[in-house]
């Protein structure tokens, strides 16, 4: 990880009943994500054994990548989150002052990086 990378663990809870309906919305989310956001480096969705909880994987390159990302997906986000709250947020890496007031609201933890590489 350098400096100016963010990563991003994002919990949700999804409904009872939703679940296809979920991955249905998750799926249109990534492709606008793949298709639109050069600067976000991964974007990965993970569901546990009994299919109701989520856990997001996120990098982005910096904080104003990660910035550019919630503009983008904001709208297509809010109809997954519907379905599925989010639950936690832990934030690894050095944020902005912007992307700290962003994810605060949501009772984001923030780890700062301290050492280690990444290949």
Not at 36 to 46: A, H, K, L, V
Not at 104 to 114: C, I, R, T
Request: with cysteine; glycine share 6%; net charge negative.
């Amino acid at each position: 990880m350098n400096n100016k990378e963010l990563r991003l663990i994002v919990g949700l809870t999804i409904a009872e009943g939703q679940l296809e309906l979920f991955k249905t919305r998750v799926l249109a989310l990534i492709e606008k994500v793949e298709t639109t956001e050069p600067t976000t480096i991964s974007y990965e969705w993970f569901i546990n054994d009994g299919e109701n909880k989520c856990y997001v994987s996120e990098s982005f390159s910096s904080s104003e990548a990660f910035l550019s990302h919630s503009q983008n997906s904001g709208s297509a986000l809010g109809p997954v989150l519907e379905l599925a709250p989010i639950t936690e947020i832990i934030v690894f890496g050095n944020p902005n002052k912007e992307v700290v007031a962003a994810l605060s609201e949501h009772g984001a933890q923030f780890l700062a990086f301290e050492a280690g590489f990444s290949r």
